[in-house]
C-alpha cells in the first residue's frame, strides 16, 4: 500500500529471493505508471487504500510503505490493510508522538500542498488494536522530529502486527 515508484518490489525480491510474490497499489496515477515502466513484470495497480479492492485474507503480509502519514482516513486505511492480511501487517516509518495527540500538518511537497499526520503513538496503537491487530514490535525508523513546529518531540517508527 502506497508502493510508489515500485521499489519495494525490488527490495523485498533482493532480501527474499525466490520467495516474494508481490502486488503494489498506489492513490496516484503517475506512480503506478512509472512503477509499471521500472518493473514491467511485477503488478502494479491505482487503489485507494481505505478501499482496497481485494478479498479478505488475499495477502499474507501487507506493507503500508510510508503512506499512512498522507490518508486523511487512516482509521479506514488500517481497517483494510487488517482485513486484506491473513498474517502480518507492517507500518513502515509512520511518524509518532511518545506524548501528544494525532496532529495534521500541511506542506509542499509532490509538486503540490500535502497533509501530513503525525500520530499520537498510543493512539495509533489503540485503532491498530481496534482492527484486530496485535503489536509484535516496533523499531524507530528514519529521523523524523517536527517539535520545530509542533513543539512535541516525534520519531519515525516501524510497527509490525501480526493477526
Not at 87 to 112: E, I, N
Not at 120 to 144: A, H
Request: charged content about 20%; overall charge negative.
Amino acid at each position: 500500500v502506497g508502493c510508489g515508484s515500485g521499489y519495494y518490489s525490488e527490495v523485498l525480491a533482493t532480501l527474499l529471493p525466490g520467495g516474494v510474490q508481490y502486488t503494489g497499489i498506489d492513490y496516484s496515477d503517475a506512480m503506478i505508471t512509472r512503477a509499471r515502466a521500472h518493473y514491467p513484470s511485477t503488478p502494479f495497480e491505482v487503489a485507494d487504500a481505505t478501499r482496497l479492492p481485494y478479498a479478505d485474507d488475499s495477502f499474507d503480509v501487507v506493507l503500508n510503505g510510508v503512506s499512512l502519514m498522507h490518508i486523511i482516513d487512516y482509521q479506514a486505511a488500517i481497517r483494510e490493510a487488517a482485513r486484506v492480511a491473513s498474517r502480518y501487517c507492517v507500518l513502515h516509518s509512520v511518524p509518532v508522538f511518545d506524548d501528544y495527540r494525532t496532529t495534521f500538518l500541511t506542506k509542499y511537497a509532490y509538486g503540490a500542498p500535502v497533509v501530513e499526520i503525525v500520530f499520537g503513538g498510543q493512539e495509533l496503537i489503540s485503532l491498530c488494536r481496534d482492527s484486530g491487530l496485535r503489536l509484535q514490535r516496533e523499531w524507530t525508523s528514519i529521523p523524523y522530529d517536527v517539535a520545530d513546529v509542533t513543539g512535541h518531540r516525534s520519531s519515525a517508527k516501524t510497527y509490525l502486527f501480526t493477526l
